[in-house]
């Protein structure tokens, strides 16, 4: 059963098969069809809700998601807002009513989605007032497409909401709401659920869950279901029996060491964003340009690795950091360096009955230089052409601890080790560069599809590694002010 609080009031859904998505559920068992299906894919943003889960102090918290590729299971303890439940009475949330006054709305089809987002960065902006930003802007409405209106009228709306008289929900006047979906959520059953369809599991710490993969080794894992609800929707695939992961404690902690930090493969990236804004600022930018918020909210740095696609944004800037699994199940733990992790083409190290615990980051060393650079045809929402990550030292004018790493230049992520022995120890020099070039160009056989040719990949990786020598000449000649490339579109 799903026990969970729609727009304030409580539903019990029973007999609801693992892979049905939240869309599935609002449409067609629960009757509110103001959530619409552009995609179904996570791409358009139209399906757009708010999920409302406690924090540390026992608030609810909400977020924006894409519900088409979010799993209803997920749902449970949680309270689900939809666009029917923002207004109170005939009185129209700021969200809406600034979207009316500003003719935001054409066809409509976006706009419960558009609204919806819209609502989250309210509830945001009501926690901690701040001035909206064209970055907390892009970030907040990003995943959000529009055929009709050309975004003015949009981008207009979300910049005069916050003078609109701030109209509650009917729901929020009720001061048991976050206690009692909190109480939901610890009374979560996590033994298998026998629905007729399948099992949705949900596990609570990590004895339980080698437990149930020592039980069901085939059982397929789900984390935020970004990558996986795909092959439900795309694909068609049946998915019924599932793992979820999202509520295991172990996988959802982040535990400093001198060394560095293990992320819990659970975490998500809207959680990891204060992380890597304070440690990695290079790998923090690349955030801005993964996928949209609504994805970022769900989606985990555990799904990505163990996703293991060739154009994933995180491992090439975890392969330059020399990161380091902690792998699981119900025969132990073990440690694996990442870099052995990706054996072929979406084929890992991972064994039928294991799972990722947790991912470790190095601290960065002192002297310790990362440069994360996304080709992709989009600035938002897009997957990579080539992702490159490089790491280094400067030490007496030379190349130390050369890290090249690339996704999309072959089946796996993978470091470009021939380039790499051309830098090391070698100054930053054209010779230097040129021979890492060509060693680039003969260790990699990257493919052609819709997002760009092997040739285009060659060519561009090869620049990237150009714009690397522009920068670090820049850097050693004080009296250059250039840009190598113009900031905003080339993060
Ligand atoms: C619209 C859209 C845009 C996207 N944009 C980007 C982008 O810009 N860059 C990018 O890299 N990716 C992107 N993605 C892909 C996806 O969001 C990421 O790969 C994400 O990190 C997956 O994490 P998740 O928690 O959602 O994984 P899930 O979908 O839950 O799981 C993915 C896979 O990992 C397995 N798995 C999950 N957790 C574990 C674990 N702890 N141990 C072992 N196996 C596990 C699952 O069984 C599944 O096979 C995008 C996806 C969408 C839909
Ligand atoms: S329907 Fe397009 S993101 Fe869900
Ligand atoms: S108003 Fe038509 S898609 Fe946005």
């Given at each position: ?21 939240v ?27 708010a ?16 519900a088409?590729i ?20 005939d ?14 709305s ?110 069901r ?26 793992i979820d ?64 696609s060739?154009?994933?944004d ?44 947790a991912i ?84 990699f ?14 060519v ?32």
């Open positions: 059963m799903i026990d969970f609080y729609l727009n304030g009031k409580r539903r019990q859904c029973t007999d609801v098969s693992p892979d049905t998505s869309l599935e559920l609002l449409r067609t068992q629960l009757g509110h069809t103001g959530t619409k299906e552009g995609c179904a894919s996570g791409d358009c943003g139209a399906c757009t809700v999920i409302g889960e406690p924090d540390d102090n026992g608030e609810l918290r909400y977020h924006n998601a894409n088409c979010t799993p209803a299971h997920q749902l449970h303890g949680c309270h689900l807002v939809t666009v029917e439940g923002l207004s109170r009475g009185a129209l949330h700021p969200a809406q009513a600034a979207m009316v006054e500003c003719h935001g054409q066809c409509g089809f976006c706009t419960p989605g558009i609204v919806m987002s819209l609502f989250t960065l309210h509830e945001a902006q009501r926690r901690h007032p701040a001035p909206l930003t064209q970055e907390s802007l892009e970030a907040a409405l990003g995943g959000n497409l529009c055929r009709c209106t050309g975004y003015r009228p949009i981008r207009d709306a979300a910049l005069s909401m916050g003078t609109y008289p701030d109209t509650h929900p009917t729901w929020a006047d009720d001061p048991d709401l976050a206690i009692n979906v909190a109480k939901l959520r610890e009374s979560a059953s996590t033994t298998p659920e026998l629905a007729a369809q399948g099992h949705f599991t949900a596990p609570r710490d990590l004895a339980t869950l080698r437990e149930l993969k020592r039980q080794p085939h059982a397929r894992l789900v984390a935020g279901a970004t990558d996986l609800w795909l092959e439900a929707t795309q694909q068609l695939k049946v998915l019924d029996d599932l992961v999202r509520q295991v404690a172990e996988l959802n902690a982040i535990e400093e060491t001198p060394q560095g930090w293990w992320i819990g493969a659970a975490v998500t990236y809207s959680r990891l964003e204060p992380l890597l804004e304070a440690h990695y600022p290079a790998f923090a930018h690349l955030m801005h340009r993964f996928a949209s918020s609504q994805i970022r909210n769900r989606g985990t740095l555990g799904g990505n690795v163990a996703n293991a060739p154009i994933g995180t491992p090439p800037v975890l392969l330059a950091l020399d990161a380091r699994l902690s792998l699981d199940g119900p025969d132990g733990e073990r440690e694996l360096p990442l870099a052995e992790f990706f054996l072929d083409y979406k084929k890992t190290a991972l064994k039928d009955n294991e799972f990722i615990r470790f980051l190095p601290r960065l060393a002192d002297g310790q230089n990362l440069k994360v650079w996304k080709l992709s045809k989009r600035r938002e929402d897009d997957i990579s052409a080539v992702l490159a990550a490089f790491a280094w030292r400067l030490e007496d004018g030379v190349m130390r601890d050369v890290h090249l790493a690339f996704g999309g230049m072959a089946a796996i992520p993978r470091r470009a080790s021939r380039a790499e022995q051309a830098l090391e120890g070698q100054p930053p020099s054209v010779a230097a560069f040129d021979a890492a070039k060509r060693a680039l160009h003969d260790e056989q990257p493919m052609t599809d819709v997002r760009g040719a092997a040739e285009y990949r060659q561009t990786a090869s620049n990237m590694l150009e714009r690397l020598r522009l920068i670090l000449v820049a850097a050693s000649n004080k009296n250059s002010h250039a840009e190598v490339t113009l900031d905003a579109y080339a993060h």
